[in-house]
């Protein structure tokens, strides 16, 4: 058992604790020197032992004639005194009401507790007999019930503290010893190699060669198993989101080259998670406007822009989830249209990421901003290949010597430029 607190010090000097658990702190006084000091250099509880032994206040009963009356051990004149004194001194009533009420509560158990487990050598004093030899110096002062509480309980407190632990032993019958086979000394556990380390979140995710992964309890199962399969094969696996939209020369990649011709730049060939995305296309040497039309799968026109003279559109009418666009951009020079994509290159085609996925998507952000892992991954599975590349880049600055990193990193760009 640790120190007691200060509640616990207080408790027991205000006797707010019950019986048994009285007696486990008694137990504790009783072996640890530092509390039983701290107990007694209380400020509290020395004024109230000099206020009680003080000699002047002779002429109430003693201990002796408080714990005989208790006990039923007067009779004759010896009774006729305390009967006569107790009829007159309201104090010394309450006395002995405290007391009596002290040793049907707290005797027992002290008695059970500190009682031999067979028959002693020498028969042990009772709870009177040591109650009445702690105070035989002293006469009992006229003192409330409350007082006498607090004093009764630093009496038993004192009387277990000074109960020798050695009359225990000294009853009671040591048993025969046997004999114990020495017990066989097990091997150590080796440590299991890691064979791929990050970190990421402001902790370290790391996978052992046993397919241990670590540092990734908070996330749920199905998030685990996606980033124990991407330290396993160090590979990310194209999305099935991408299916279906293809992609044509650099200039329909929206790479950072500046484009040779008139071109979309983006959306082109990607899965997008917004579904207002923004157009964007490389200007056309001559031209006056431009005009941006997006389609459905069955070339249907879902919407279109007014005459622009930016080369960058924001669509003001949310698209269906879950669906694949195309659109195409008209530049008017001289009066005539140029339109691109034009054959016989293909279809400028982009998904907008189902409602399911993309709420899935905006949770884990929310939960998990920055394991930038796995984003990174969740991202990728859903074909949002930029927001999977800004994520695994901050994974390899953080990691900026590890193969892992640096090869997650490149199958992601590889996708990118697929």
């Known amino acids: ?139 009992v002062p006229a003192f409330g019930g409350a007082a006498l509480a607090i004093l009764l309980l630093a009496a038993i407190g004192w009387i277990i503290w000074r109960t020798p632990r050695e009359n225990k032993q000294e009853v009671a019958v040591a048993p025969t010893p046997v004999l114990q086979p020495s017990p066989s000394v097990e091997p150590l556990p080796q440590a299991v190699p890691v064979v791929a380390q990050l970190n990421d979140g402001g902790g370290v995710v790391s996978l052992d060669q046993e397919g241990k992964l670590s540092g990734a309890d908070n996330l749920p199962p199905a998030y685990q198993s996606l980033v124990k399969k991407a330290l396993t094969s160090q590979r990310i696996e194209r999305s099935s989101q991408l299916q279906g ?59 279109s822009s007014s005459e622009l003279t930016e080369r960058s559109w924001t669509i003001a009418k949310p698209l269906a989830r879950g669906r694949v666009y195309s659109w195409q951009v008209k530049a008017m020079k001289d009066g005539q249209e140029v339109t691109s994509p034009r054959p016989p290159a293909p279809q400028a085609k982009f998904r907008v990421l189902d409602q399911v996925k993309a709420s899935e998507i905006m949770q884990a952000k929310r939960a998990y901003p920055t394991s930038h892992l796995t984003l990174g991954l969740l991202y990728a599975e859903a074909g949002l290949l930029r927001e999977a590349e800004q994520e695994l880049r901050l994974v390899q600055r953080a990691n900026p010597e590890s193969d892992v990193a640096r090869n997650l990193l490149r199958q992601i760009q590889g996708l990118r430029r697929d």
């Open 1 to 139: 058992m640790e120190h007691l607190t200060q509640k616990q010090v207080e408790d027991y000097s205000l006797r707010h604790l019950p019986a048994a658990e009285l007696l486990a702190l008694s137990d504790h006084l009783g072996e640890c020197e530092t509390c039983r000091l701290r107990l007694e250099s209380d400020a509290a509880f020395f004024a109230l032992h000099e206020e009680v032994f003080d000699e002047s206040s002779a002429g109430h009963l003693t201990a002796n004639q408080t714990a005989d009356y208790v006990d039923k051990h007067l009779s004759g004149e010896a009774l006729q005194v305390v009967d006569d004194h107790l009829n007159s001194c309201e104090q010394c009533t309450l006395a002995v009401a405290d007391l009596r009420a002290f040793r049907n509560e707290i005797a027992p158990s002290i008695d059970r507790e500190y009682g031999p487990a067979i028959t002693p050598k020498v028969s042990q004093p009772g709870w009177r007999e040591r109650f009445v030899s702690l105070f035989k110096v002293a006469p």
């Open 245 to 303: 939209l293809t992609r044509a020369s650099s200039t329909l990649m929206g790479s950072d080259n500046k484009p040779r011709e008139f071109s979309v730049i983006e959306p082109v060939g990607n899965v997008l998670l917004s579904n207002q995305p923004t157009f964007r296309w490389s200007a056309l040497e001559g031209a006056t406007s431009y005009v941006v039309e997006v389609y459905d799968e069955q070339f249907k026109l879902v919407a």
